[in-house]
C-alpha cells in the first residue's frame, strides 16, 4: 500500500508537471466550445483530434477502473454499516450472495446512487459540486474522528488496541506518534476550511460552494434518524472479532 502510494504520487506529480507547462492560454481552455478544458489542450498538445481521442480514452479507461474500485470499497463499507444495523432496511442490505460471496444488493444500490449524482449534474452543476465538496469535506472528516480518538484514547494501557489487538506494524511509540497525530489533524483542520470557499470570483448564487449546507443536511438526516427512527437502538456499534494469541 505504501509503494502504491508512493509511486502514483511521482507519477502524478510528473504528470502535472508536464500538464502545467502545456497549458497555453488558459482561458482559451476554460471557455473550450469542446466542454472538457482537458481535452482542449489534448487537442492543442497533439493537432489531432484522433491523438487527442485517444489520450482522452486513456484519462475515461483510468476513470472507469476508479469508478469500479470505488464501487467496490464503498459498497463494502455500506455493507458492513447495514450488518451492523445502522441503515434502514439493514436486514435487506446486508444480505450476502451465497454464490458469488459480495453483496449484491449494496453494490446494486451503490451504482444506481452514482447513476442519481450523474443526473444531478445535468439539472445542476451547482448542486453537483456541492455534493462533491461535501464528500471530500466528510472524507477528511472521516480521517480526523480515528486520529483524534487515537490521539486521546489509543496509547492507554486500557486501550482495547493495546489490550486486545497491539499496536500494529506502524508505531512510532509515545513520543512521536503523538506529533504525527497532532500535525494530521491541523493539515485536516485547514484542508477541510479550505474545501468550503468559493472557487472563482465574484461569488454569486450560481458560483458558490453550497458544501456547508448538505453537509448539515445530511447530519440532521443522520440525526434523525438515529434519535428518532430507531437507528440508536438497532445500532449497537461496528462487530469486532479478536483472534486469541495475537
Not at 482561458?27 to 478544458?37: C, E, V
Not at 432496511?89 to 444480505?95: D, K, Q, Y
Not at 485536516?188 to 449546507?213: G, H, K, Q
Request: glycine share 10%; charged share 5%.
Amino acid at each position: 500500500m505504501i509503494g502504491s502510494v508512493a509511486i502514483n504520487g511521482l507519477i502524478g506529480l510528473v504528470y502535472t508537471i508536464v500538464l502545467l507547462f502545456a497549458l497555453g492560454d488558459l482561458n482559451g481552455l476554460l471557455q473550450s466550445k469542446i466542454g472538457f478544458p482537458f481535452m482542449q489542450l489534448f487537442l492543442n498538445v497533439t493537432g489531432s483530434p484522433a491523438g487527442a481521442s485517444i489520450l482522452a480514452l486513456c484519462i475515461s479507461l483510468i476513470a472507469l477502473a476508479a469508478n469500479a474500485a470505488g464501487v467496490t470499497s464503498t459498497s463494502r463499507t455500506a455493507w458492513a454499516f447495514a450488518r451492523d444495523n445502522g441503515l434502514p432496511a439493514s436486514g435487506f442490505l446486508s444480505v450476502v450472495n451465497p454464490k458469488l460471496k459480495v453483496p449484491v444488493r449494496m453494490v446494486l444500490l451503490v451504482s444506481f446512487l452514482q447513476m442519481l449524482l450523474g443526473l444531478i449534474y445535468l439539472g445542476s452543476s451547482t448542486a453537483f459540486n456541492a455534493v462533491l465538496s461535501m464528500a471530500i469535506l466528510g472524507m477528511y472528516a472521516s480521517y480526523f474522528s480515528p486520529i483524534l480518538f487515537m490521539l486521546l484514547y489509543g496509547r492507554r494501557s486500557s486501550s482495547p488496541i493495546i489490550r486486545g489487538l497491539g499496536s500494529g506494524p506502524f508505531n512510532l511509540g509515545n513520543r512521536w506518534g503523538p506529533v504525527v497525530n497532532i500535525a494530521a489533524m491541523l493539515w485536516l483542520v485547514l484542508a477541510m476550511v479550505f474545501s468550503t470557499f468559493p472557487t472563482v470570483e465574484p461569488v454569486t448564487p450560481v458560483n458558490m460552494n453550497y458544501c456547508v449546507v448538505v453537509t448539515m443536511g445530511w447530519m440532521v438526516i443522520g440525526a434523525v434518524y438515529y434519535y428518532l427512527l430507531g437507528g440508536k437502538r438497532h445500532f449497537t456499534g461496528p462487530i469486532v472479532e479478536i483472534v486469541e494469541g495475537m
